[in-house]
C-alpha cells in the first residue's frame, strides 16, 4: 500500500492576514519516482515573509500561487526512492517542493546537501535563501565597504540578524532595528551589534540621530513603513539604500504605503534600489563558502526558529512572521 502524500493547497486568496480559511488540507496517494526522477519525504519546511504576495493574483517576480495548487515553499527533504542518478536514498535535498509530506522530483532545481557541513535545517536559513540575501543584498546591492554604518530592519529576523553579522566581519558599525526589549538585548548581545532600536517602545527616528550620529552609510530594509521613512530622514551622504523587503506592508488591504522622506535621496545623493535573491544564483556558491568559513570560525552565529510538529501546523506557523514571533529562520520540522 503506497504512502498517503498530505498537501497545504491554497483554497482562496487571503484579504489581509493570512487564516485558516485560506487553505485546504489535502490528502492522496504518494507517487512513485519515473525514470530520471526521485521521491523524498519533507523533513525541513522553510516560513518566509515572501510566500505572502506569492498568494496575491498580481505580476511579481515569481507567478501567483494558484488556487488549488500546493502551497510553494522550499524544503529539505530525505530521498526515499531514487531512479535518478544524482540523488540515492537517504540524500538530503533542499529544493522549492512545496508544503506536501511527499515529492516527487526530476532533480531540476534541487541540491544534495553535505549533512556534515551543517544541520539539514540550516540550507534553509544561513546557507540557503536567507543567507544568499543577506550576502549579495548587503555587499552587492548596498556595496558595503569597511568601516560604515549599517542599520538593518528585521534584525533578529533570518535575513536581519546575517546583515548585522556579515557587517560586523566586514568591520562597520552595526545598528539593529527590530520589536521588543528581547530580541535587541540579543542583538547587542549573543550577536555583537553596537547598537539596537526597539520600534516598538522608542521613537526610530531620534534613536538613530543617537546610534548612528553621523549618518547611514547602508540601510537594509526588510520592513519598509514608517521604519523606511525614519532612516531615510538620517542618511549619509552617499548612501544605499537596499531594498530587501517591506513585511509591514504585506498584509495591508488599503495599499503599499510609500516613504515620504525619499527626497532626502536628492539632499544626500543616495540611492534606493531593490533586488530579488534569484538573480544572484549563478553566484550561491561563492556566498556559501564565505558565510560557511565565518560560521565555522564563530564569527556568524546561526540562529533558527524550529517548529516541530506536523502538516497541519503550517497555517499558524507561518502567522508567526507577521506577528515578530520568531527569532532568527524560522523552519517547521515535520515529526
Ligand atoms: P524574518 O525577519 O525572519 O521574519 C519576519 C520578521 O519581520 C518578524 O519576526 C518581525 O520581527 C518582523 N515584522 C513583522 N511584521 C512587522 C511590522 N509590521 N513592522 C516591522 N517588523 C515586522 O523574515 P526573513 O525571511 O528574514 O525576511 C525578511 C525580509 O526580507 C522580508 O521582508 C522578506 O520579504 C525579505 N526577503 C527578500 C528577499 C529578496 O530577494 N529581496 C529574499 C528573502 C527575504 P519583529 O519582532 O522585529 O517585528
Redesign the pocket.
Known amino acids: 500500500m503506497s504512502a498517503v502524500n498530505r498537501q497545504i493547497r491554497l483554497a482562496r486568496r487571503p484579504v489581509g492576514e493570512v487564516g485558516p480559511e485560506d487553505w485546504e488540507h489535502v490528502s492522496e496517494p504518494a507517487a512513485a519516482p519515473g525514470e530520471g526522477q526521485f521521491a523524498g519525504r519533507t523533513r525541513f519546511i522553510s516560513l518566509?515573509?515572501?510566500m505572502r504576495g506569492w498568494l496575491d493574483d498580481r505580476p511579481s517576480y515569481l507567478p501567483p500561487v494558484g488556487l488549488g495548487e500546493v502551497m510553494r515553499a522550499g524544503s529539505v527533504v530525505e530521498v526515499t526512492e531514487s531512479n535518478h542518478p544524482g540523488f540515492g536514498i537517504g540524500d538530503l535535498v533542499v529544493g522549492s517542493f512545496g508544503v506536501q509530506e511527499h515529492v516527487v522530483s526530476d532533480g531540476r532545481g534541487a541540491l544534495r546537501i553535505d549533512p556534515s557541513a551543517a544541520p539539514a535545517s540550516t540550507f534553509l536559513g544561513a546557507l540557503g535563501?536567507?543567507g544568499m540575501?543577506a550576502y549579495f543584498?548587503l555587499l552587492d546591492v548596498g556595496a558595503l565597504q569597511e568601516g560604515e554604518t549599517v542599520v538593518v530592519?528585521?534584525?533578529?529576523?533570518?535575513?536581519?540578524t546575517l546583515v548585522g553579522q556579515i557587517a560586523k566581519a566586514k568591520g562597520c558599525r552595526v545598528v539593529g532595528i527590530?520589536?521588543?526589549a528581547e530580541?535587541c538585548a540579543l542583538l547587542t548581545g549573543e550577536l555583537g551589534f553596537d547598537a539596537a532600536i526597539d520600534?516598538r517602545s522608542e521613537d526610530v527616528k531620534k534613536a538613530l540621530r543617537t546610534h548612528a550620529p553621523d549618518g547611514i552609510d547602508v540601510y537594509f530594509d526588510?520592513?519598509g513603513?514608517d521604519?523606511l521613512d525614519a532612516a531615510l530622514a538620517q542618511l549619509a551622504m552617499r548612501a544605499r539604500v537596499v531594498v530587501?523587503?517591506?513585511?509591514?506592508q504585506y498584509n495591508s488591504t488599503t495599499g503599499v504605503q510609500g516613504p515620504s522622506n525619499y527626497l532626502s535621496l536628492l539632499v544626500r545623493r543616495a540611492r534606493m534600489e531593490?533586488?530579488?535573491?534569484?538573480d544572484y544564483a549563478p553566484r550561491f556558491a561563492e556566498a556559501a563558502r564565505e558565510l560557511g568559513a565565518w560560521i565555522a570560525a564563530g564569527r556568524i552565529t546561526v540562529l533558527e526558529h524550529v517548529v516541530r510538529g506536523t502538516l497541519d501546523d503550517f497555517p499558524q506557523t507561518l502567522q508567526m512572521?507577521?506577528?515578530?514571533?520568531?527569532t532568527?529562520?524560522?523552519v517547521l520540522e515535520l515529526v
Open positions: 518566509d515573509p515572501a535563501m536567507p540575501t543584498g530592519s528585521g534584525a533578529a529576523g533570518a535575513v536581519g527590530a520589536g521588543g530580541k520600534y526588510n520592513v513603513g521604519i530587501c523587503g517591506a513585511i509591514s531593490g533586488f530579488v535573491v534569484f512572521l507577521f506577528r515578530g514571533e520568531n532568527g529562520k524560522l
